[in-house]
């Protein structure tokens, strides 16, 4: 339980956003910060399952993986600022069906961003850049399942903000992600998921292939069921590409 240990939980609320919904959080900063450096950022995006407040739903090694790649090692723990959101129990991250996206082939056209994940980029920009010294070429994402439709999400409709990401079990909207195509990507999945189609990376990779993204790569694993997260994190050597990544074209400055 490294990673819970050491991340400490936090509340972010703005009204401006949200009249009732509030962002608990934990969050982990290096004891020896210093407003001279510079940190990279690591987000961690749940899934359904760890929704509401009770941090002890984000406790499990095999969701927060990348969480403790970085705590576990001297040299990382003096490098990044790590913070792990919690969406709100009554929505998702992100509100759109995959169904509708994938399967019947219709994009969605309602308001995907939820008020939780809203949060997330207000905090972002009105805390995170604000209290602390960090680098805005070196922010990553990493999300399962509905926080992997999250991380998908995030690279399409804000593509200036990540360095890179790691979906996993997730998906995007498939007529908007030559939005992505610039921003590197290693999304993972496994072809007998029975909660989100295996269709949702199958897609992605045929519209990125058109679209002749230069760093996507994809992971499609057979029998993985609905918890390819479990594999797909522990493979370290897509942590460490993910890690070595610098914006070109930061949003944050």
Not at 29 to 40: A, H, M, Q, R
Not at 96 to 109: F, G
């Amino acid at each position: 339980m490294i990673a819970h240990k050491m991340m400490i939980p936090y509340i972010y609320e703005n009204k401006a956003v949200s009249e009732t919904v509030k962002l608990p959080y934990l969050m982990y900063v290096p004891e020896s910060y210093d407003p001279e450096k510079k940190y990279k950022v690591l987000f961690f995006m749940h899934g359904m399952g760890e929704r509401g407040s009770d941090f002890n739903h984000l406790k499990d090694e095999n969701y927060h993986r990348y969480l403790c790649y970085v705590l576990e090692d001297e040299k990382l723990r003096e490098e990044f600022i790590l913070v792990a959101p919690q969406c709100e129990e009554s929505c998702c991250w992100v509100q759109y069906d995959a169904m509708v996206c994938y399967v019947k082939d219709e994009n969605y056209d309602g308001e995907a961003c939820s008020d939780s994940l809203a949060l997330v980029y207000d905090f972002i920009e009105n805390k995170l850049v604000k209290d602390f010294s960090i680098d805005g070429s070196r922010i990553y994402m990493a999300g399962l399942s509905m926080g992997g439709f999250a991380t998908w999400y995030t690279v399409i409709n804000k593509p200036h903000l990540l360095a890179a990401a790691v979906p996993v079990c997730g998906g995007p909207e498939p007529k908007k992600l030559h939005q992505a195509k610039d921003i590197p990507i290693w999304a993972f999945h496994s072809l007998d998921d029975e909660i989100v189609p295996a269709i949702c990376l199958s897609r992605a990779m045929e519209i990125m292939e058109k679209e002749k993204a230069t760093d996507f790569h994809a992971t499609m694993y057979e029998h993985e069921t609905h918890g390819s997260w479990i594999r797909g994190f522990k493979e370290r050597e897509v942590f460490d590409w993910m890690i070595s990544k610098v914006n070109p074209d930061p949003e944050i400055k």
